[in-house]
């Protein structure tokens, strides 16, 4: 069971201005994968039931996740968020867009990641060498 204040935006892309295909959704249930494990966020993915069915559009579709075994290693993963920008630290309005290269585990181990919190369910993409290697 979730709180009633937890809401999913969809088809938001532009944070500073409301769009006409973005809607608020109220969740109705979180379903936590049973093998979670919070200190490591290992399994970290969930159900997310909404309040209401909801229709795909432009902006608005599933996720297409990969088969079970598959490997992206040396691909050029996709990295998409509205980060903080660099003056004063406030949100940006626009996601940004980044490319950079799918690391294997020796490859994240030996650039610094923790490897208490690095798991078998864990990707890293950055530059092996490189100041900034993100894990999830």
């Not at 937890?6 to 049973?34: A, E, T």
């Not at 993915?45 to 075994?69: D, M, Q, T, W």
Request: charged fraction near 20%; include cysteine.
């Amino acid at each position: 069971s979730t709180p009633p204040e937890v809401k999913v935006s969809l088809g938001g892309y532009d944070r500073c201005h409301i769009d006409v295909s973005s809607m608020n959704i109220s969740v109705d249930d979180i379903i936590l994968n049973p093998e979670f494990t919070p200190r490591t966020h290992a399994s970290d993915l969930a159900l997310i039931r909404l309040s209401r069915p909801i229709k795909f559009e432009k902006r608005i579709s599933p996720v297409c996740l990969p088969n079970p075994g598959s490997t992206y290693l040396g691909q050029v993963g996709t990295l998409l968020g509205w980060t903080r920008t660099e003056d004063a630290g406030s949100q940006a309005c626009m996601p940004k867009k980044l490319g950079l290269p799918v690391l294997g585990a020796n490859e994240c181990l030996k650039s610094g990641v923790d490897p208490d919190i690095y798991n078998n369910d864990s990707g890293c993409i950055g530059v092996v060498g490189g100041k900034s290697i993100l894990c999830e």
